[in-house]
């Protein structure tokens, strides 16, 4: 699943071109778009990401970031200005990037994954199991097993959560870009991958060997390269 992302201009062609330049970089983002500050602070359901442009009138971006923070959330504030005078009090309400217009692609493309960095290592799984609620990280997933109609999740320090949905369900929670179904009962977690081979898959802080179908085998292979060069595994 991509990133609930909110973009708060009031210049509907700088939404627009924010908005094509984010999925240009990853068409799974899910993005909505505010032309002012009173109208992105009616949405109650936060954002993991949010553009949001200085000098608008009525409330600026400085004081809607202001009330944001003031509800507790955590979104990555990228701030969108023509005037670089507004740097430092961006940091006051712990702004993540400050972009200058007219917004440098590079420097977008930068602040975008940076952000998406941050907010994938800060996120939280509510698991629902036995009649209790555990909040785990994404990252802290080795792999999911499937049984019956439930999912087994095998965490780093050695942790089973045993939970009654199904492996479908836990594998579009966590997404594509850092998983792959390896089995029909399987999902791995790449960064934990120790060694491939012919039918089975080694990870790390796990005791068994993971099966891996024949028809997913090459998939997975290719999956795996394109991962460990995009995360620089090796040179």
């Known amino acids: 699943m991509g990133l609930r992302v909110a973009i708060c201009d009031d210049e509907k062609e700088i939404c627009e071109e924010v908005r094509k330049r984010l999925l240009g970089i990853k068409p799974i983002y899910e993005i909505t778009m505010y032309h002012s500050g009173r109208e992105l602070l009616q949405e109650e359901e936060p954002y993991q990401i949010v553009f949001l442009d200085v000098d608008m009138d009525n409330l600026s971006g400085m004081e809607t970031a202001e009330m944001l923070r003031e509800r507790g959330t955590n979104e990555c504030i990228i701030f969108l200005s023509g005037y670089g005078e507004y740097m430092a009090e961006a940091f006051k309400v712990r702004a993540f990037r400050f972009l200058n217009k007219p917004i440098e692609m590079e420097a977008f493309q930068e602040a975008v994954l940076e952000a998406e960095r ?85 990870m790390d802080f796990a005791k068994e060997m993971i099966p891996v179908s024949r028809r997913n085998r090459v998939s997975f292979k290719e999956a795996l390269l394109e991962y460990a060069a995009k995360n620089k595994w090796y040179k």
């Open 118 to 202: 941050e907010m994938e290592c800060t996120q939280k799984l509510a698991v629902h199991a036995a009649g209790d609620i555990f909040l785990i990280s994404k990252k802290d997933i080795i792999y999911m097993e499937a049984f019956g109609d439930g999912t087994y999740i095998f965490l780093k320090k050695g942790e089973m959560i045993r939970t009654t949905e199904p492996l479908k369900y836990w594998y579009n929670r966590v997404g594509t870009e850092d998983f792959f179904q390896v089995h029909k009962s399987y999902v791995v977690a790449y960064s934990y991958v120790k060694g491939l081979r012919k039918t089975e898959v080694e």
